[in-house]
């Protein structure tokens, strides 16, 4: 795998994989000494867009950890809005070399438009507008894996803004892999049109869709993304209709678990009460988060071998153009 | 100025019904024959097994002189066009300053004869400055020789001004040509809305966007008795809400873009930017009905929207790329296909690009009826290649046919009597 763009682009095997290999770096964090040496030599840039706390602490973490030399950059989206500056700061970055990019953009596709002009680094989506968001699926199946033998056969049910969100996007992507089903709950002012063809159950009544759910999964309302302000009319509103609160999770099964990729809006989505019970399993997506990503990174640049040094394959064209016009011999 | 003889050719000249092998005696810089004749000439031209019809009229291109010629100018916008058989184009007025000003022009017009290879035909703007709020002086433009009024980029999206717009130019006959976009309901969309959009996780426009403003203008055009054309037509509602207003009797008219119908919004699966246009490629659904308006005369008129961007604007995300691709040199190639398809006559589909927009502009051009000015395009249809966008004539590249191949290729461009591109070369 040299990039991780999204969860399209995953087989089965290797999400399976990588969830797997994330297990094995859970046990890793828990110890007093949290080192492996797996990565030592690798550098890893991560380039961070847009805000971000525990994606970035967890990418950070999960480098470390692994003995990578880790740099973090927050780079004001405002300042790189238009792409050819973002393609600078790409270019730049990559001419110093790096193993891995993690990339957060408010761009859809950026991962995918920096690749091809980066063939030398190896680039880790960590999130790109409302498209994708693999790594937070990875930790949520990691999750869940502690739960469930497999998630085949079950029944997540995401509610909130699917609209703008990239979890829930990655997250039907994954189900039509693995094999689970996925209720996306929301109005139709937060749902993008023809959502159904990801093979997903539509609800607009949370209510309804709460039987038979193996995963409440409450999202945040992604308001920067948000092109106009009439998505819903009122948070008092919104929280009434799509809250999750103790009278909901009630009329839950009994195995049915609580989820959030955070950050959380307590008292909009999620009331306190709920996300503090027992059935919540919102710090364990954080900790499994660093492991997947260790996963990831090492999936990404392998054991600690040292590889030849790479040339930027832009000298290499342009050495060929002088040798071609007799300038370089 | 040498006489030219193109001999052998298969003619076809949709304004006057012809369609036969026939030769072609141009005589000054005039049409003075068409018919089995063979007359001594300084020049001759062997077009066995080519077709010989009218240059092609372009009523929509953006040349982006004055302002941006960094992407585009006359001169590069000439050369684009000849290669692509092109001898007659209509510039949009969103430049800087835009034209809306009979100074500017008369500025373009002036920079078009200079140059010599292109007839350029400026269409001023509907509302000074393009802000869709004060009308221009659409009399004084005309006199200037714009040739139509519309602030293309933009709709003239407020109904009490669209209405006065329709009004005022009517009284004259002039022609107004909006670019139906419901801004409200496209708002910061890049792609058309739907799955595609939703599986990319963009902005989407809807093409309900398209439809109801074509709808509105449609009513006010019947309700002020005025003469509406449809630019970039590229949505199944707004096609079918022109064919009705048709059948109605209204003088409303619209024109297709090779993209819309020959590509569909899958292109930009990938975040290619080089697929983003506005109005969007649309659904398979959408496409074939702007081919059947094509083939039942819904629409009358083929153009390209050449859309120049310089690189630097396309070299980025989806959603923050401009608008556009070029399509002068591609026009032609790309048309074709409807004709394999069977979707229309070899002569149905040329008067799209000759007599139909000629007539609809009031152009003195179009046709290769005896003493018309002897603007001529010759073209292999069945040559194939790849196109390089490199080796466009055109200063972008922005195309999303790029290392695809094509059938159909110019060969002679004449203008004027005057050949201005011949294999691959254009004479200045």
């Known amino acids: 795998m040299k990039h991780l763009f999204g969860i399209a682009q995953l087989s089965r095997e290797q999400i399976e994989y990588l969830v797997n290999l994330g297990a094995s770096f859970v046990e890793l964090s828990r110890r007093s000494v949290k080192k492996a040496p797996t990565l030592r030599g690798k550098t890893i840039i991560n380039l961070f867009f847009e805000n971000s706390t525990r994606t970035r602490t967890s990418f950070e973490l999960a480098g470390k950890r692994l003995s990578a030399d880790v740099i973090n950059i927050s780079a004001s989206t405002s300042a790189t809005k238009k792409g050819e500056s973002l393609l600078d700061t790409g270019e730049t970055l990559a001419a110093m070399q790096p193993h891995v990019l993690v990339i957060r953009h408010a761009i859809a596709g950026t991962c995918e438009f920096l690749a091809d002009y980066l063939p030398d680094t190896s680039i880790v989506n960590a999130g790109d507008g409302a498209h994708e968001h693999p790594t937070q699926i990875l930790t949520d199946l990691l999750t869940l894996k502690q739960t469930w033998d497999s998630p085949q056969g079950k029944v997540i049910t995401i509610v909130g803004d699917i609209a703008h969100s990239r979890v829930a996007r990655s997250h039907l992507l994954a189900a039509q892999k693995l094999g689970y089903s996925v209720r996306v709950v929301a109005p139709k002012t937060l749902l993008p049109l023809a959502i159904e063809r990801f093979g997903c159950e539509v609800y607009h009544d949370f209510d309804a869709a709460i039987p038979g759910s193996d995963v409440l999964y409450m999202l945040r309302m992604q308001t920067e993304r948000m092109t106009s302000s009439c998505c819903f009319p009122s948070i008092r509103e919104y929280h009434e209709a799509y809250g999750l609160n103790r009278r909901r999770l009630d009329m839950a099964g009994k195995d049915c678990v609580v989820m959030h990729p955070g950050p959380m809006n307590r008292g909009v989505e999620i009331t306190s009460d709920v996300a503090d019970s027992a059935r919540s399993h919102i710090l364990d997506q954080v900790e499994c988060g660093v492991a997947v990503r260790m996963a990831v990174l090492t999936a990404l640049c392998g054991g600690g071998q040292t590889e030849p040094v790479r040339r930027s394959r832009k000298r290499e064209q342009a050495e060929a153009a002088m040798k071609a016009q007799g300038k370089l011999l | 100025m040498m006489d030219v003889l193109i001999h052998g050719g298969r003619v076809i000249d949709p304004a006057n019904g012809l369609d036969g092998i026939a030769n072609v005696m141009i005589k000054d810089g005039c049409i003075a024959a068409v018919g089995e004749g063979k007359h001594k000439a300084g020049t001759e031209i062997d077009a066995s097994g080519l077709i010989v019809c009218p240059g092609l009229v372009d ?34 007025p969103n430049t800087t300053p835009r034209l809306d000003h009979a100074g500017v022009i008369r500025q373009v017009i002036e920079r078009a004869g200079e140059i010599g290879l292109c007839n350029v035909h400026p269409i001023a703007a509907v509302t000074k400055n393009l802000d869709g709020k004060e009308l221009t002086e659409m009399r004084e433009l005309a006199h200037a020789g714009a040739v139509a009024f519309s602030d293309d980029g933009m709709p003239v999206w407020h109904g009490g001004i669209m209405r006065k717009a329709l009004e005022y130019a009517s009284s004259f006959g002039f022609l107004i040509i909006q670019h139906a976009e419901d801004l409200q309901l496209t708002q910061d969309g890049c792609v058309n809305e739907g799955w595609i959009s939703t599986q990319l996780g963009v902005e989407g426009m ?18 002020v008795d005025a003469r509406y054309h449809v630019a970039h037509i590229s949505s199944k509602g707004a096609v079918e809400l022109v064919r009705r207003a048709r059948n109605e009797g209204l003088k409303i008219s619209a024109e297709a873009a090779p993209h819309h119908f020959a590509l569909t919004e899958e292109e930009v699966l990938g975040f290619n930017t080089d697929a983003k246009m506005n109005p969007p490629l649309r659904t398979e ?4 009905a702007v081919i059947e308006g094509l083939s039942d005369g819904t629409i009358e008129i083929i153009a390209t929207d050449h859309a120049p961007h310089h690189e630097d604007d396309k070299r980025c995300g989806l959603s923050c790329a401009a608008f556009g691709i070029v399509g002068l040199e591609t026009m032609l190639p790309v ?16 008067a799209k690009m000759t007599s139909n927009p000629a007539k609809l502009l009031n152009l003195d051009t179009g046709t290769l009826s005896h003493d018309a000015v002897a603007d001529v395009c010759i073209f292999d249809p069945e040559a194939t290649w790849r196109l390089d966008r490199n080796k466009l004539f055109s200063k972008s590249k922005n195309t999303p046919w790029h290392d695809k191949a094509m059938t159909g290729k110019v060969t002679h461009t004449i203008k004027g009597g005057r050949i201005v591109f011949e294999h691959g070369t254009i004479h200045a």
């Open chain 2, 206 to 223: 809807p093409a309900e966007g398209e439809d109801d403003m074509v709808a509105r203008d449609i009513m006010l055009t019947r309700l």
């Open chain 2, 285 to 288: 659904e959408d496409r074939q």
């Open chain 2, 59 to 92: 009523m929509h291109v953006h040349l982006r002189e004055p302002g941006q010629e960094w992407k585009e100018d006359v001169e590069s916008g000439s050369k684009a066009a000849v290669a692509g058989g092109v001898t007659s184009m209509c510039c949009m």
């Open chain 2, 335 to 350: 048309s074709l296909g409807l004709v394999r398809d069977g979707m229309l006559s070899l002569p149905d589909l040329l």
